[in-house]
């Protein structure tokens, strides 16, 4: 499917906010219904969660519950994904948050008494997707001994990168140019393309930017809402 098809689609739903990994599904898909049925789904999950919040959960609280709801999908071929409990290189790349994420994981953080590691994202702060890989702060704020200290408040994008080439590849000391292979489960992509809709339809931060900005910025937001 080319960009002007996908682009007239988008159209009709309104310019649906989708994240990238779904919306390179879309463009190597040559399937017009299929794309009807993705964009179908994201405005019906995204319907579902805007009721909850007008029941006056909190957008966390929603971001938690959805969380739940992306761990059991299941059904994709684990046999052919090579992330195991351990390896860690996927915690040195860029990973890109929205704002309702990072404030997740400050909740998580300070009910568990955890301090966050500010200076590492300081250290990040400038560094894009280019320089990323060959930078000496790439690794993740949260990566402790070799494994997630926020595990169950982990970002989407953390939770649904899924490498299938040899795992040798991820390292990014030695392939800082990123040969890795991934797989992208639509049913996962499209729950996180619907949260990301419900919270451009609240009015709420919907971007997403690098883990380290989007930590900066909220603590700014935080300290600014303090004075
Ligand atoms: S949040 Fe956790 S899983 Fe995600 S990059 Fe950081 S340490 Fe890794």
Redesign the pocket.
Known sequence: MNDKEVSRIFKRYGNLPITNALLAVIKNHDDEKLLEHVMYAIEENARRLLELVTHGHKVTDILHKFYEANEEITDYPPSTIQCRKGC?F??HIN?TISQAEAELIQEYCNEHGMKIDWQRFKDQRKLTEQTHASSEYKK?A??KDNQ?S??EV??FN?RNYFVITPAFLCDADKFPKGTVGTYVNVEKEVLHSAFILMLNKLGLPYEQDSMARTFLNLKKIKDNEKQ
């Open positions: 860690a996927c915690c990973v993740c949260f990566l997630c926020v595990y982990r970002p953390c």
